[in-house]
T-cell receptor, first 114, second 114 residues
Framework: GAVVSQHPSWVICKSGTSVKIECRSL??????MFWYRQFPKQSLMLMAT?????????EQGVEKDKFLINHASLTLSTLTVTSAHPEDSSFYICSFAGQDGEQFFGPGTRLTVL | AQSVTQLDSQVPVFEEAPVELRCNYS??????LFWYVQYPNQGLQLLLK??????LVESINGFEAEFNKSQTSFHLRKPSVHISDTAEYFCAATYGGATNKLIFGTGTLLAVQP
């Protein structure tokens, strides 16, 4: 399968600051990619779907002005959590879409907001 | 609404014993099914998938799953588990193929004990 990296793997920040998470596909190109968040001992919750070169589509209840997605190329996407608060602390996972519904996931980024 | 159900949140099992992790999906004309595994603080790795054809699919590490259309199930089985199989297992489905949007179950923690 494709290799997907995320940077940073973990980050601690103060409340009110912004954090950028980078998701990169190392050996694969995809038009469509996804951002998820996962709370402890829970399943993945889809936050948004993005297609390269166009605006992301956010799931109901996800604030698009808080979670900014930039799908810069077929191998790179970034998620910026703006004005982060403790309730934004979570595990954020990106994925790139493959064929037949398969997705290739990054290793995740653990965000802790103090 | 389309959904994936994993009834067991945790399955404890002794090493070398068989195990079955249950997954049911909401019925649809077109559905692709997946099992993903997640080790602590890591992203998801594809274990196996069903797209079409043979209803029994296998992974390289001894897991298998059978697509059962009449029971709308895609249970994951392994005849003999190892300590290293301890992880969270997610069943997922995509409906209508092309959108790639995955619907995840809530996950099952497979806890293998010596």
């Amino acid at each position: 399968g494709a290799v997907v990296s995320q940077h940073p793997s973990w980050v601690i920040c103060k409340s009110g600051t912004s954090v950028k998470i980078e998701c990169r596909s190392l050996d694969f190109q995809a038009t469509t990619m996804f951002w998820y968040r996962q709370f402890p001992k829970q399943s993945l919750m889809l936050m948004a779907t993005s297609n390269e070169g166009s605006k992301a589509t956010y799931e109901q209840g996800v604030e698009k002005d808080k979670f900014l997605i930039n799908h810069a190329s077929l191998t790179l996407s970034t998620l910026t959590v703006t004005s982060a608060h403790p309730e934004d602390s979570s595990f954020y996972i990106c994925s790139f879409a493959g064929q037949d519904g398969e997705q290739f996931f990054g290793p995740g980024t653990r965000l802790t907001v103090l | 609404a389309q959904s994936v159900t994993q009834l067991d949140s945790q399955v404890p099992v002794f090493e070398e014993a068989p195990v079955e992790l249950r997954c049911n999906y909401s019925s649809s004309v077109s559905v692709y099914l997946f099992w993903y595994v997640q080790y602590p603080n890591q992203g998801l790795q594809l274990l196996l998938k069903y797209l079409s054809g043979s209803t029994l699919v296998e992974s390289i590490n001894g897991f298998e799953a059978e697509f059962n259309k009449s029971q709308t199930s895609f249970h994951l089985r392994k005849p003999s588990v190892h300590i290293s199989d301890t992880a969270e297992y997610f069943c997922a489905a995509t409906y209508g193929g092309a959108t790639n949007k995955l619907i995840f179950g809530t996950g099952t923690l497979l806890a293998v004990q010596p």
